[in-house]
């Protein structure tokens, strides 16, 4: 499926706009707004801040994108997909997907709370191998 169609599947208009975050996004798997701001600038250069968050916005609305909270860094943002777990570096913000196998972990925290479960995300923070290198 082409970027268009995609976006399309999720309701959303294929803006010029649109499809250049789906496109760097998919290139660049995280970013924080900050960093989507300044790679769309290249393609539009009269593109506002809250441009972007208007479209964030609306992305994250229809279930196009995921926000990732990070408690050390700006949130960054991702094209939705299966469940995953992140490792964030704290000293340059460059975040991974990890694919782990919680299952035991969510079994464990629903028998202990009792909770009907809707979603979970796992955050590991440190610091990556090319920041280690940089002494
Ligand atoms: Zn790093
Ligand atoms: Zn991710």
């Known amino acids: ?25 998919s290139t660049h798997g995280h970013m924080n707004v900050n960093e989507l701001y300044s790679t769309l ?39 939705v997909k299966d469940n995953h777990s992140h490792v964030a570096c704290m000293k340059c913000s460059d975040v991974i997907d990890i694919d782990l196998n919680i299952e035991s972990i969510v079994n464990e925290v629903k028998k202990r709370s009792n909770y009907k479960l809707e979603s979970n995300s796992l955050i590991f923070n440190g610091v990556c191998p090319r920041c280690s290198a940089l002494k």
């Open 41 to 79: 600038l290249i393609k539009f250069p009269s593109i506002s801040l809250a441009t972007i968050y208007k479209n964030i916005n609306i992305m994250l609305e229809k279930g196009f994108l995921l926000e990732v909270k990070l408690s050390e860094q700006k949130n960054v943002f991702e094209l």
């Open 1 to 25: 499926m082409d970027n268009t169609a995609l976006l399309q599947k999720y309701s959303l208009k294929a803006t010029p706009q649109r499809l250049e975050i789906v496109n760097v996004l």
